[in-house]
């Protein structure tokens, strides 16, 4: 199901696999009232609706694979269970937690935004925020190793941090098939961010995730975003092949002066030609990738308020 998003980036790919005892639900969208048509008209088509659905299952607690599981939770007659991986739960109670504004607010003022800035990013991730209403109440918990049923398939449930920290993709081993969520996309890459939210080292974690994850024979990935994945093992050199670059692009900042992450930021992407909901991601990206190079001792942090970077 290629579900509308209200951003540039404007459709996420969410599933729906038959199973003996009913159907299961794999990511679900923002809650916009074009996403909601949009799936109304598929249960439509299938001639189903939401008392049909057996379990929703998320890969992740980003707002756009979040944020209509309460509303299909609350569509059925009995609450259909929602399955997410424990630590995005965890995630989750801070991120869409309004009391954590502040949080955000000042996230985004160390690292070199000026203040109105800032506010038309927050506004934009309020905005964001409300469209993962209402939350899902009745949750159960998916484990790294463990197999999940989705539809007629068992699949394993492998971690595969660095775009969120506890994301978990499913494998089918038989039919080499994986659902693979944002953790390999296809024309795109991953955004790969350190959050007030996420453990450190996120680039290092992706990283090492897809190393160990180019040895799976697959013959078929199902992502969250853009098209789907028939040479896995080509898409994955050549997101590490990106994130290569990037580093050493990231380096150059710093030797032509960049010093906050703003600043260096600005260097990286065209701030310019992207949306305030867009320049925390870039921003995000871009502190990961210093935080990476000062994991390896490439570069230094001076934290006095505002944060500056400088080589090592």
Known sequence: MQIPLPYRLNIVNCYLLRGERGWTLLDTGLNTASARARWNTAMQALSITANDIEKIVLTHMHPDHFGLAGWWQREAETPTPVYLPKQENRQAQVFYRRANTALYQQWMLDCGMDRETVDRVESALGHTRDLTQPHP????????????????????GILAPGHSDGQLIFYHKAEKL???????????????????????????????????????????????????????????????????????????ALEDGARTVFEIAARLFTLERLTPHEWRFAMAETLAHLNYLREREQVACINSGVMRWELV
């Open 137 to 156: 109440t009745q949750q159960a918990y998916l484990r790294e190793g463990s197999i999940v049923r989705l539809g007629a398939r068992d699949c394993l």
């Open 178 to 252: 994986m659902f693979c969520g944002d953790h390999v996309l296809m024309k795109i890459t991953p955004n790969i961010g350190s959050w007030p939210h996420t453990q450190p080292d996120p680039l290092g974690r992706f990283l090492r995730s897809l190393n160990a994850l180019k040895s799976l024979d697959v013959r078929l990935a199902l992502p969250g975003h853009r098209g789907l994945i028939t040479d896995w093992r080509a898409r994955i050199e050549e997101l590490i092949a990106h994130h290569q670059l990037r580093l050493a692009h990231t380096l150059e």
